[in-house]
């Protein structure tokens, strides 16, 4: 069985400083992972995944991610906050590709001017 | 092209009523997916359809949900016998499937409250 721990529920950040959203996953298997962005009364779309090969994962609007096995995570990273990457971020893990996802609680990203 | 659609995008019932949600893929898109979006909560899967083989139904939460989808096609989440918990935002997905990691869109999700 996977499941996702997403610490923080909600994370402020100034415009121009670092965004990080942590996530943690439990996986019996190899697992897959998203994250996914979801702006309000819209629908989610992803960032980023990782499925095999390389741990940074390079994603939209200058977001990315590290999947560091030793640590179970996948933490979402993006150097330089900007006011339009306010929304709430889901991260997500799957046993195997094209299966349902399993998602954490979401965080909500407040940049603040 | 055209992303996932759902309607009606806000739904109002009473208690014990049934209600109706309905998910248009995207075109050629093999899978579909139904995802439920309480509040302060993650998304819950509900049910997965993919091609023609029988769908999976084990997250559905009780045996008042149900759900069809026509060919590769549009498909129809039903609740019967509403309940208060039931009240959330209920969230559609459809992939591609062609075998390997792909990825799901999402479309805007029904907003259901029940009174």
């Known amino acids: 069985a996977q499941s996702v721990t997403q610490l923080g529920s909600h994370v402020s950040v100034s415009e121009g400083a670092l965004v990080l959203l942590r996530c943690n996953y439990s996986?019996?298997?190899?697992?897959?992972l998203f994250w996914y962005v979801q702006y309000p009364n819209q629908g989610l779309q992803l960032l980023l995944k990782?499925?095999?090969?390389?741990?940074l994962v390079k994603g939209i609007n200058g977001f990315e991610a590290e999947f560091k096995k030793s640590e179970t995570s996948f933490h979402l990273t993006k150097p330089s906050a900007h006011m339009s990457d306010a929304a709430e971020y889901f991260c997500?893990?799957?046993?195997?590709?094209?299966?349902?996802?399993?998602f954490g609680k979401g965080t909500r990203l407040s940049v603040i001017a | 092209g055209a992303g996932v659609s759902q309607s009606p995008s806000n739904k109002v019932t009473e208690k014990g009523k049934d209600v109706e949600l309905r998910c248009d893929p995207i075109?050629?898109?093999?899978?579909l997916y139904w995802y439920r979006q309480r509040l302060g909560q993650g998304l819950e899967f509900l049910i997965y359809f993919q091609g023609n083989s029988a769908p999976d139904k084990s997250g559905l939460p009780s045996d008042r949900f149900s759900a069809e989808r026509t060919g590769e096609s549009v498909s129809t989440l039903t609740i019967q016998r509403t309940q208060q918990e039931d009240s959330a935002v209920y969230l559609c997905a459809s992939s591609l499937e062609r075998g390997g990691i792909d990825t799901q869109y999402f479309g805007p999700g029904t907003r259901l409250t029940v009174l």
């Open positions: 997500a893990v799957s046993a195997s590709g094209n299966t349902p996802l399993v």
């Open positions: 990782y499925t095999t090969g390389a741990t």
């Open positions: 996986s019996s298997v190899p697992p897959y």
């Open positions: 075109s050629g898109h093999t899978a």
